[in-house]
């Protein structure tokens, strides 16, 4: 039986201003990326995000951001190694202290935007998150988004790490993803077929035709597509069919 994890980012509205379809995706994934407040979030916001994954019984994590809610999160930001790590002990702690409420642990680390860029592109910023993990709580999981940072993650011995690939996003030959500026709905089988490819073959087909090897364990789904919840369902029918076990990242690393 393979077995494989559905993240999705949570959490992400805050005040009057909505972002996603939490309520309608839950029911479909099997850990949520909860925004920490920076990027996006609020603490009634963040309260609310971890009562429906527990009630829907789904593993929650961080996902920090650098703190510019304008640009949510997306835009370019001079901080230092130390500095990224303390947003993201900051933000850490705040999701540790609703999941408590609930007797909820939290599973897992997954940052956000340019906070996961400036990771990717410098080892040092993402040796200095990666030890302030291991720092909080070892058992934490890094949900690491490319293979660079996936590389610095495997330096560190006892650091828990889960690479994690992406079915309704193109991906370049070189594995990097090409971010659409305008979210447009996408076809189902595709974006299932591409599930069932990585999952089953840890590969997928780029947007020249080539294959390409996404040894991933985590399949992130964007759950502020338009027809996102279509994706879920048919994703789901296929795992079925194909015997894809959908499970927690706790259950994988």
Same mark, same amino acid.
């Given at each position: 039986?393979?077995?494989? /994890?559905?993240?999705?980012?949570?959490?992400?509205?805050?005040?009057?201003?909505?972002?996603?379809?939490?309520?309608?995706?839950?029911?479909?994934?099997?850990?949520?990326?909860?925004?920490?407040?920076?990027?996006?979030?609020?603490?009634?916001?963040?309260?609310?995000?971890?009562?429906?994954?527990?009630?829907?019984?789904?593993?929650?994590?961080?996902?920090?951001?650098?703190?510019?809610?304008?640009?949510?999160?997306?835009?370019?930001?001079?901080?230092?190694?130390?500095?990224?790590?303390?947003?993201?002990?900051?933000?850490?702690?705040?999701?540790?202290?609703?999941?408590?409420?609930?007797?909820?642990?939290?599973?897992?680390?997954?940052?956000?935007?340019?906070?996961?860029?400036?990771?990717?592109?410098?080892?040092?910023?993402?040796?200095?998150?990666?030890?302030?993990?291991?720092?909080?709580?070892?058992?934490?999981?890094?949900?690491?988004? /490319?293979?660079?940072?996936?590389?610095?993650?495997?330096?560190?011995?006892?650091?828990?790490?889960?690479?994690?690939?992406?079915?309704?996003? /193109?991906?370049?030959?070189?594995?990097?993803?090409?971010?659409?500026?305008?979210?447009?709905?996408?076809?189902?089988?595709?974006?299932?077929?591409?599930?069932?490819?990585?999952?089953?073959?840890?590969?997928?087909?780029?947007?020249?035709?080539?294959?390409?090897?996404?040894?991933?364990?985590?399949?992130?789904?964007?759950?502020?597509?338009?027809?996102?919840?279509?994706?879920?369902?048919?994703?789901?029918?296929?795992?079925?069919?194909?015997?894809?076990?959908?499970?927690?990242?706790?259950?994988?690393?």
């Amino acid at each position: 039986m393979v077995e494989i /994890d559905i993240n999705c980012d949570m959490g992400e509205s805050f005040g009057n201003w909505k972002m996603g379809r939490d309520d309608e995706v839950m029911p479909y994934i099997t850990s949520a990326n909860v925004a920490g407040g920076f990027h996006a979030g609020d603490p009634h916001v963040m309260r609310e995000t971890v009562e429906l994954a527990t009630e829907h019984g789904v593993g929650v994590g961080i996902h920090p951001g650098l703190p510019d809610k304008m640009g949510f999160g997306r835009r370019t930001m001079d901080a230092t190694p130390e500095e990224v790590r303390d947003y993201v002990v900051y933000q850490l702690g705040a999701l540790m202290g609703f999941a408590a409420r609930h007797d909820l642990e939290v599973q897992h680390v997954k940052p956000h935007g340019a906070m996961y860029s400036m990771l990717s592109e410098s080892a040092d910023h993402a040796r200095a998150v990666m030890e302030s993990v291991l720092e909080v709580d070892p058992e934490l999981v890094y949900l690491a988004t /490319d293979m660079n940072i996936y590389e610095v993650a495997e330096e560190f011995d006892d650091l828990r790490a889960v690479f994690e690939g992406y079915v309704d996003l /193109d991906y370049n030959p070189d594995r990097s993803l090409i971010v659409e500026k305008q979210v447009e709905p996408k076809d189902p089988d595709l974006v299932a077929d591409r599930f069932v490819s990585i999952a089953t073959e840890g590969e997928v087909e780029a947007v020249n035709g080539e294959v390409i090897d996404v040894p991933a364990e985590s399949i992130c789904i964007h759950g502020d597509g338009p027809n996102a919840v279509e994706l879920l369902e048919t994703i789901h029918e296929r795992a079925d069919e194909h015997s894809i076990d959908l499970v927690g990242l706790d259950e994988l690393a």
